[in-house]
């Protein structure tokens, strides 16, 4: 099962971060979406949230719920095989859980999806939650003109992938594009959602 958007919630935004928990940039993240009472979802990487418990609390005290990202983010375990990648999976589920954390799914690194891989997440009954609209901010810095067109235009019940993991000299900058990019959309009445269970297994899609 992948989940791309959630089609049922037309008034609603499903915003996601991904590679935390992060020292820099989840604390000021969490600041910006109490700012709009947003609820998001954050996909997390098991090894990250081992060393960042109080991160962890502050994201499931602020009522935002949190999915599995692997437990290192490591891209050769893309490439192997079913036995391995399940493994791979419920390994990092495992990890989750044992923080008191419930997963609401799978989202591979890079959303790469392979034939195997889709084998392995549903041997694993984890649904694959990937996105409709996504920045590239990892990679290159978010800015304002790109985050006022795409408030413009987006469709309710749209998964946004973002990153809480960003860079000590930019985070201020990713911090201000998303306050803009939240406001844009509450403007059109759009509120902001986090995913569950029932929405990633398929239940309430
Ligand atoms: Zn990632």
Redesign the pocket.
């Known amino acids: 099962m992948i989940l791309r958007r959630v089609k049922s919630h037309s008034q609603s935004v499903f915003l996601t971060f991904?590679?935390g928990p992060d020292p820099v940039g989840t604390k000021p993240v969490l600041e910006v979406l109490a700012k709009y009472d947003a609820r998001a979802t954050f996909?997390v990487i098991t090894d990250k949230a081992k060393r960042e418990p109080t991160l962890i609390e502050e994201i499931l005290s602020a009522g935002h719920t949190i999915g599995n990202?692997s437990a290192d983010?490591a891209y050769r375990h893309l490439f192997r095989g079913e036995a391995h990648l399940r493994t791979w999976i419920e390994s990092a589920d495992q990890g989750l859980r044992a923080q008191g954390i419930n997963p609401v799914g799978f989202r591979p690194?890079?959303g790469v999806l392979t034939p195997h891989l889709l084998a392995a997440a549903r041997a694993s009954a984890q649904p694959v939650v990937l996105w409709n609209e996504r920045f590239f901010d990892?990679v290159i810095p978010w800015g304002e003109a790109r985050a006022r067109r795409s408030a413009g235009r987006l469709k309710g019940g749209s998964i946004v992938l973002l990153?809480d993991r960003q860079r000590a000299a930019r985070v201020n900058k990713f911090c201000k594009t998303l306050d803009t990019y939240l406001a844009c959309l509450e403007q059109r009445g759009l509120r902001f959602e986090a995913l569950t269970n029932e929405i990633c297994s398929g239940v309430q899609r």
């Open positions: 991904d590679d996909f990202h983010h690194p890079a990892a990153h």
